[in-house]
């Protein structure tokens, strides 16, 4: 038996079919998001469960409802709507939610995910309806082992933990990140088959410095400054430790910390809990991956390029260090894979020496690199960049919009023939420059992806097909092969790992077609595929725990990894013996 929580265990019969063994009856069963069947509830559990009369007398079927609950969803007036829609219906019943959400995933996860979230975070206080997952902070940290024994969840797997202090390109948001950690949590389940029934969503709220926040009477979250310096990892040491007393086989995703701690956080925890940045390490895996694949669309190498990536915050040091490290897997020497790329933050280049911060340090810039340069000032501006390094792929991680004008972009694609050109700052208002002029100003050159969603494009009688590049590509696969492995870290070689995974999938199956990052439907095989190649590597570097998977093979692997994820569907329900 799995007692999964104080309301239901997941069990199996004598002939090994599963079904649940629910401890409530009645009306309580309707109400809780877990074990509301509606009205697929069977005429025998209405009897043995205490629903008879308490349902629309018609038996109905999962996809009955979800083909209703999709009428009710397209009849929603905006994108803030369609939002409330499915978390109202996530509240009500997670097998519902999960069926119509991997149904229609390309069509919902803009609204689950980027680019909506971003608003549903700014409105979190208003839109507020239904708790989910917990808070941590500074007036409850004293209680923190009673709040994890409290939740109503026993085998906590996965864990997105937030602190709100740098979300998405909209910065400082207070409580309502949490609502990212939801929209996180809601992919894992839906694009990896982690059981939502292991997740937890946590915001650790810190206070904020918006001052809208502060002087809002209705904003939820504490009305204070931010904690900082010793205070401020003090709690979040706390929590760390307390996660690992509850539930030592949990895994945490740090998710939209600012760039000042981002790294503190990620170093000073990744050896006492396994877990990971989707900002830095997540950003920059799939964009590696695309970038492969946009190498070999045009016949070249990665090493034959010179890369500039613009934002020196996470994201963008992030992505730098993982194109750093395929850089040096494809055979250069860390040295030159530095000296082929160019990180630049507001003031320009990022110089070791010069201009650079301790994280920043890794992926900067050798000052003798630039030394017979004409430069107007003590470092190279962005222009200056573009006009003497050469560069063939440009890379956006600022969260300026239009940063990337048409002087800079049609000065950039003289250097090659097919420009590498992502602008990927989300929501989609934050984009450095938008597909379309990308495509014009290139006169239908450039290789694009973006971080949000955006239509393909029509130029000169051709459809240029616009990549998104999407960390949920990778994070669910990295996370869900943590779990599957009982992985004390998640190490490096992990995560670029899943870069490879990601690109080698889309050359098998979409390079031919002109795409370098799959379609979102393919989310799923997607993330079998990753799951089974970071779970390889944790188990060959002794990451993982589990040594029974050791001697399987590739195939082997992605078998177990497919009889793990959870499915939306209903199992039958059996009253317990000692049922409330």
């Known amino acids: 038996m799995a007692r999964l929580s104080p309301y239901f265990a997941y069990k199996r019969d004598g002939q090994g079919k599963a079904y649940l063994e629910v401890y409530l009856r009645g009306s309580a069963l309707l109400r809780l998001a877990a074990t509301n069947k509606g009205t697929a509830f069977t005429e025998r559990e209405r009897r043995e469960l205490g629903l008879e009369g308490m349902l629309p007398p018609q038996v109905g079927t999962l996809s009955q409802q979800v083909a ?44 689950v995910y980027t680019p909506t979230v971003g608003k549903a975070v700014q409105q979190y206080s208003d839109l507020y309806q ?33 602190d709100s202090s740098a979300i998405l390109g909209i910065g400082d948001q207070g409580h309502g990140g949490l609502a990212i950690c939801i929209g996180k ?24 410095d918006r001052g809208e926040l502060l002087e809002d ?52 925890y990744k050896d ?8 830095i390490q997540g950003t920059g895996a799939v964009t590696l991956a695309g970038l492969i694949a946009a190498c070999k669309l045009k016949g070249e190498s990665l090493t034959a390029q010179t890369i500039v990536v613009v934002g020196a915050g996470a994201g963008g040091v992030g992505v730098a260090k993982a194109i750093q490290e395929g850089l040096v897997h494809e055979g250069l020497s860390r040295a030159q894979a530095r000296r082929q790329m160019f990180v630049m933050d507001a003031a320009g280049l990022v110089v070791e020496g010069v201009s650079a911060h301790g994280y920043q340090l890794p992926v900067s810039q050798f000052p003798e690199t ?39 972009v049609r000065h950039m694609a003289q250097n090659t ?61 990295i996370g869900f092969a943590a779990i599957l492995g009982r992985c004390r870290r998640i190490s490096d070689a992990m995560i670029i790992e899943s870069a490879f995974a990601l690109a080698e999938y889309t050359e098998q199956h979409y390079l031919a077609r002109g795409r370098i990052f799959p379609p979102i439907n393919d989310l ?57």
Not at 97 to 106: I, K
Not at 143 to 159: A, E, F, K, S, T
Not at 458 to 474: I, K, P, S
Not at 535 to 546: H, I, K, M, N
Request: aromatic share 10%.
């Open 185 to 208: 949590l809601a992919l894992y389940t839906a694009g990896a088959g982690v059981s939502p029934f292991h997740t937890m969503p946590v915001n650790i709220d810190v206070g904020t």
């Open 130 to 162: 239904a708790p989910r997952g917990i808070t941590v902070s500074s007036k409850n940290i004293d209680h923190i082992d009673q709040i994890l024994v409290d939740y109503p969840l026993y085998d906590v797997r996965m864990i997105v933990a937030t």
């Open 524 to 580: 799923r095989e997607v993330s079998v595929n990753v799951a089974s190649r970071v779970l390889a590597v944790a188990l060959r570097e002794g990451s993982a725990r589990r040594t029974d998977l050791a001697d399987e093979d590739l195939a082997g692997l992605s078998a177990f990894v497919r009889s793990r994820m959870w499915r939306p569907e209903y199992l039958p329900y059996v009253l317990a013996e000692d049922a409330l």
């Open 370 to 408: 630039y030394a017979d340069w004409s430069i107007s000032g003590e470092i190279p501006s962005l222009w200056e960049v573009i006009e003497q390094a050469g560069p063939t792929v440009l890379l956006g991680l600022t969260g300026v919009s239009g940063l990337f004008s048409e002087p800079i």
């Open 217 to 268: 009477p209705d904003y939820l979250g504490i009305h204070e400054p931010r904690l900082r310096g010793d205070a401020y990892f003090e709690l979040v040491d706390r929590f760390v430790e307390a996660v690992g007393r509850r539930w030592p086989k949990a895994i945490i995703q740090w998710e939209d910390f600012a760039k000042d701690v981002a790294f503190k956080v990620l170093e000073r």
């Open 417 to 477: 023939p097919r420009p590498i050109i992502f602008p990927l700052s989300n929501p989609t208002s934050n984009c450095e420059a938008i597909p379309l002029d990308l495509v014009a100003w290139t006169e239908g050159r450039a290789i694009v992806a973006t971080g949000s969603p955006f239509e393909d494009v029509e130029y000169a009688g051709q459809r240029h097909l616009v990549g998104q590049g999407n960390n949920a590509f990778v994070f669910p696969g």
């Open 68 to 111: 209703r609950l999709y009428r009710g969803y397209c009849r929603q007036t905006d994108d803030i709507a369609k939002y409330q829609y499915l978390r109202a219906m996530q509240e009500r019943s997670e097998v519902r939610f999960y069926a119509m959400l991997q149904q229609h995933l390309e069509e919902m996860m803009p609204i």
């Open 272 to 279: 006492r809990i396994a877990s990971f940045n989707d900002d």
